[in-house]
Every structure is written in structure tokens, then in C-alpha cells.
């Protein structure tokens, strides 16, 4: 605990833990109350610095002082490292992160970011750091590692938003094509269909379930923090944009591919393709090249079926090779 007194004297007070035993079997603290007085032209500077310090038991039944001494290793480390940062930049808040950025990754990457004041998202800033990781380690250059939203929590979860089925492709039987080859959407989403959030948007929700399931794998991926739409949000996006009128918010008309497309390019930024065939027959014609969509990009690709107004998320492509 530490107050400053007058402009050049800081007051510092700690606690000293000793780690012998008194005779009661407790052990023995004393307070040390010391006055630091700067030199003529300095400056004292206050601030809060969370530390967040991880060590790895060797073994089983490793004792309790061995433990200790990693994390004070660690936590002199973490200090130094802040006090670097502050010193090239006094406005900065150093952050400690964890990240596992390897699958069955035994222990976790810890990193120091130099967050600014009120940045809440180190995608937009620190990219030489978040590179220099990804080389040092190895890491894909077009897959995100690094992001706040991917920083690993010690704090018992808490579900704040709607419960949603996940992954609902995982487990499915084999199709039985002979020869065939799966092409599978690749990493995690949410599955967003009718009726779901207490929200009744039968017969016209289709398409905006789909988007909503789209975004959904992109927050999973953490290309985005950006929250998961609502109807209201998305027909609010489209009027903003020109494309529908303002009488379209709250009404329930449904939407389209291309006014997914559209959200897409407007709410994430994200540039995609609209392939039209004439029935659903003809889809089978479009194997090879959804297939090699899922392969090299991996998200979900809604159906839109223009004639029942009805879409479809395809999760799972299974083709023949001729």
C-alpha cells in the first residue's frame, strides 16, 4: 500500500511474512513503513497493475514451496515486462493474457499486451506483436490466436446469453454414397433455427436464422466480438444501408441471399459469393465447387429455396468423385 506525502516523498507500507513459525504455530508478520523521498526534477507515478501468474506442477505431490517459488519467478517477470512497457508508454495498460493456441496444448502462452486506455480488442492494435507470436510459434498467418475474445478465463463460467444447440453435424450417420468423399464445415457455430430466443418468426425467419448462424461462426472462430443480430438489428441494418424501406423494420418479411450477402459485407466486412441454380436438383452440379469451399474456407453456406421460401444451412457435403 503505498500514498504519496507532499510532491517528492512516497509513504510505502507492506506486509512481511516470515517464513519461520512463532511459538503459537502461526506465522509471523511485522508491518514495514518506509518514506522514499525523490530526487529534485522527478516525478512519482501511481498506478494498478493486475498480476496474473501461471506455474505448472512438475509432478504429483510437488511441495507447496516449490509452487510458490515458479510463481514468484513468474510474477518478477510479469512485473518487469509491465515496467518496460510503462516506461515507453506511461499511458498504457499492461494486460496479462493466456492463450492455449495449440490443440491438447499442455500449458498456456501467457503474453503481456500494452493495451491503450479504453481498447477493449487487440485485433485493430499490437499487430507486429501478434505476428512476431505467430512466427515464433509457428501459428497459420490467416487464423486469429491472439485475440482478447480467445484469452483463456479462470473465473467460473456464467451463461449470460440464449442456450443454443452446437455443432448439430457432429455424430451424423454415414451417407452410404459408395466412393464418396465428406467435405465438413470446419470449427464451431451455433445452431440458429425457428421459434429459438422466445421469438416467433415462423414461416419468414428462415433466412435470418441462417445469417444468425453464419455470424455465430465467425464469433466462434473469433474473427469477430461483434454480438449475434436480432431481427429487428438486421431489418434496422438493412433500411440504414438503402435497401429496404423503413416500414421493412419490425414487419415480417423475409429476406434473401443477397441481402445475407449484403449483411455480411456490411456488419463483419467479410466479402462472399452467391451461387444460383434453377432447382435443387441442380445443386448436385455444384458439388465440387462447395466442396471446395468447405475444405479452404469452412463456414456454413446457407440454401435460400426461393419457391417455399425455405433455407437450409449445408454443414455437410458428401460428393462422388467421377
Known amino acids: 500500500m503505498c500514498g504519496i506525502v507532499g510532491e517528492k516523498a512516497l509513504l510505502k507500507l507492506e506486509q512481511v511474512w516470515s517464513h519461520g513459525c512463532d511459538s503459537g504455530g502461526k506465522a509471523a508478520t511485522a508491518p514495514v513503513l518506509s518514506?522514499?523521498?525523490?530526487?529534485?526534477?522527478?516525478?512519482?507515478?501511481?498506478?494498478?497493475?493486475?498480476?496474473?501468474?501461471?506455474?505448472?506442477?512438475a509432478e504429483a505431490g510437488e511441495r507447496l514451496s516449490t509452487v510458490v517459488k515458479k510463481l514468484r519467478q513468474r510474477a518478477a517477470l510479469q512485473l518487469s515486462v509491465a515496467s518496460a512497457l510503462l516506461a515507453k508508454d506511461p499511458a498504457c495498460r499492461p494486460t496479462v493474457l493466456h492463450f492455449a493456441v495449440r490443440p491438447h496444448q499442455v500449458f498456456p502462452l501467457s503474453c503481456i499486451v500494452p493495451m491503450p486506455p479504453g481498447d477493449l480488442d487487440v485485433q485493430s492494435s499490437h499487430m507486429s506483436m501478434r505476428e512476431g507470436v505467430h512466427r515464433r510459434f509457428n501459428l497459420d498467418m490467416d487464423r486469429p490466436f491472439l485475440r482478447v475474445p480467445q484469452s483463456l478465463s479462470f473465473k467460473p463460467a456464467s451463461q449470460t446469453g440464449p442456450v443454443r444447440l452446437k455443432n448439430v453435424h457432429v455424430g451424423l450417420p454415414p451417407s452410404g454414397i459408395q466412393g464418396g468423399k465428406v467435405h465438413l464445415?470446419?470449427?464451431?457455430?451455433?445452431?440458429?433455427?425457428?421459434?429459438?430466443?422466445?421469438f416467433d418468426d415462423n414461416g419468414w425467419g428462415c433466412m435470418y436464422r441462417s445469417y444468425q448462424t453464419v455470424l455465430s461462426w465467425f464469433r466462434a472462430q473469433h474473427y469477430?466480438?461483434?454480438?449475434?443480430?436480432?431481427?429487428?438489428?438486421?431489418?434496422?441494418?438493412?433500411?440504414?444501408?438503402?435497401?429496404?424501406?423503413?416500414?421493412?423494420?419490425?414487419?415480417?418479411?423475409?429476406?434473401?441471399?443477397?441481402?445475407?450477402?449484403m449483411l455480411l459485407d456490411e456488419y463483419l466486412g467479410v466479402t462472399s459469393k452467391v451461387m444460383n441454380v434453377s432447382s435443387g436438383h441442380d445443386l448436385e452440379d455444384k458439388g465440387r465447387e462447395l466442396g471446395q469451399h468447405f475444405d479452404t474456407q469452412g463456414t456454413p453456406v446457407p440454401i435460400g429455396m426461393q419457391q417455399s421460401l425455405v433455407s437450409k444451412r449445408d454443414l455437410v457435403l458428401v460428393s462422388k468423385e467421377t
Open 35 to 57: 518514506l522514499i523521498v525523490s530526487g529534485g526534477g522527478s516525478e512519482t507515478l501511481a498506478l494498478s497493475f493486475g498480476l496474473d501468474v501461471l506455474a505448472m506442477e
Open 185 to 198: 464445415v470446419q470449427g464451431h457455430y451455433e445452431y440458429c433455427h425457428y421459434m429459438q430466443d422466445k
Open 224 to 261: 469477430t466480438s461483434l454480438p449475434i443480430q436480432t431481427h429487428e438489428q438486421i431489418q434496422k441494418l438493412l433500411v440504414k444501408m438503402g435497401d429496404k424501406p423503413p416500414r421493412f423494420v419490425g414487419s415480417k418479411q423475409w429476406i434473401g441471399a443477397m441481402e445475407t450477402q
